[in-house]
């Protein structure tokens, strides 16, 4: 395929944080060009997203289902290869599995749906059709994460022990959702947002870089999803121990009352020979500690890495790339799968290094668990 990929979004209205960070992550690599889109639940705000982008008029829709139905329709060289779902999470499954039905390639938020069984018809529809499916777990874009995922693959660290990953924000410390800010109000309703608050939010991101990371599959989990702001109607603070399939175990928190945090996800792992600490924050810094030596510091740029973390970098040591450039790589390897699609050929996104559909299932089957975990009593003892 010798030219751009054509790009449609649902969601990203002016003013909303994610879509606006996907067209300029889409945009990094020259590949993709937005052509159009159902930007917000508001025609009115559509419309003028769509203006404010410069996009044809005649292809800024009102609706998803719109914007589905009158692309699929469209000559073969003018209508979109994908669709960009960025809306809040209730909003997820349906654009998703209408793009699917209509024969387009796409990338979608995390959570991927609003339950397990949504989240299992997704992967089916994924696997009739063959077509490509992204889900933007961005933390794993990073290339310093690929080359500590790197480290830990090619047994440097020996047998994979002990996981310690926290996801630390301070910005739901208030109820931020009774001032009317957009992006509070969904995430603590459970009509939006699902049944998970914190957990669902960024509690998935947490768990799927652990696992990105050290390749072991979260089986087992023993969790407390706590409310601390009053009146909240979903947990906003949330700790977890974890049993890894791979004999590991671990330790999560998700929290977004942790005054004064930005968005600090962080990781070590402990192998029998050392550990590595990964800080979302540094992004281009891998601290590596051994038993028998003095700690490491590995960079971002270097020729010294491995090919699986240089194939995502784009500038020289010193010259910093963060979350835009995470977010581009999954573009960026998405794209490639998008690029080599054959109908009838199964996409291995193995190959490509990006998350997908089987992340979104077990993204949902984790939340489901730490529900349930939460709201049973087996595994605490209580102090007489
Ligand atoms: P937001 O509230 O800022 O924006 C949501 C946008 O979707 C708005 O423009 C809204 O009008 C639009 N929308 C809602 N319903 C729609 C519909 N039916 N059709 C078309 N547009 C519709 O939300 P956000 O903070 O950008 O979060 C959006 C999603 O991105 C969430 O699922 C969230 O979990 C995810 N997210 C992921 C990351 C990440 O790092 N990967 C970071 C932030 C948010």
Redesign the pocket.
């Known amino acids: 395929m010798n030219r751009k990929l054509r790009m449609g979004m649902?969601?990203?209205?002016i003013?909303?944080?994610?879509?606006p960070v996907h067209r300029k992550a889409a945009g990094i690599d020259g590949e993709i060009e937005l052509v159009c889109g159902?930007?917000?639940?508001?025609p009115e705000?559509?419309i003028a997203t769509g203006a404010a982008l410069y996009l044809d008029p005649s292809r800024v829709y009102t609706?998803?289902q719109e914007m589905m139905e009158k692309e699929k329709k469209m000559p073969a060289d003018k209508r979109i290869d994908f669709v960009s779902v960025?809306?809040?999470?209730h909003?997820?499954f349906a654009?998703t599995k209408l793009a699917l039905e209509s024969g387009f390639h796409v990338i979608v938020?995390?959570?991927i749906a609003f339950s397990l069984k949504e989240a299992n018809t997704l992967k089916k529809l994924v696997e009739k059709t063959g077509l490509v499916l992204a889900l933007?777990?961005?933390y794993t874009g990073y290339p310093m994460v690929k080359e500590a995922r790197e480290l830990i693959r090619s047994g440097k660290l020996g047998a994979i022990r002990k996981v310690y990953v926290e996801y630390p924000q301070g910005w739901l410390s208030k109820a931020l959702e009774k001032t009317g800010n957009?992006?509070a109000s969904?995430r603590t309703d459970p009509k939006q947002s699902g049944m998970g608050g914190a957990i669902g939010?960024i509690g998935t991101?947490a768990a799927n870089l652990a696992e990105y990371v050290t390749g072991g599959k979260i089986t087992e989990v023993c969790a407390l999803l706590n409310t601390v702001v009053e009146g909240r109607r979903l947990d906003d603070d949330t700790s977890m121990l974890l049993r890894f399939n791979n004999g590991a175990t671990g330790v999560l928190i998700a929290t977004q009352v942790a005054a004064g945090e930005e968005n600090n996800l962080n990781i070590r792992v402990y192998g029998e020979k050392g550990g590595l600490e990964w800080k979302q924050e540094e992004p281009n810094t891998l601290i590596m500690k051994w038993l028998d030596r003095p700690k490491e510091v590995v960079r971002a740029g270097w020729t010294y890495l491995s090919a699986e973390a240089k194939n995502f970098i784009r500038t020289p040591p010193g010259h910093p790339e963060g979350y835009l450039e995470a977010f581009a790589n999954i573009y960026r390897a998405f794209t490639k799968a998008v690029r080599d699609y054959k109908p009838g050929k199964k996409v291995d996104p193995a190959k490509y290094d990006f998350p997908d559909v089987n992340d979104g299932v077990h993204g949902m089957a984790f939340v489901e668990t730490v529900v349930k975990s939460a709201g049973s009593n087996k595994k605490w003892i209580q102090l007489k």
């Open positions: 649902v969601g990203g209205g003013g909303s944080f994610i879509g159902a930007f917000s639940i508001l705000e559509s609706t998803f960025v809306t809040p999470n909003v997820h654009p938020e995390k959570p933007t777990h961005t957009m992006q969904w939010d991101h």
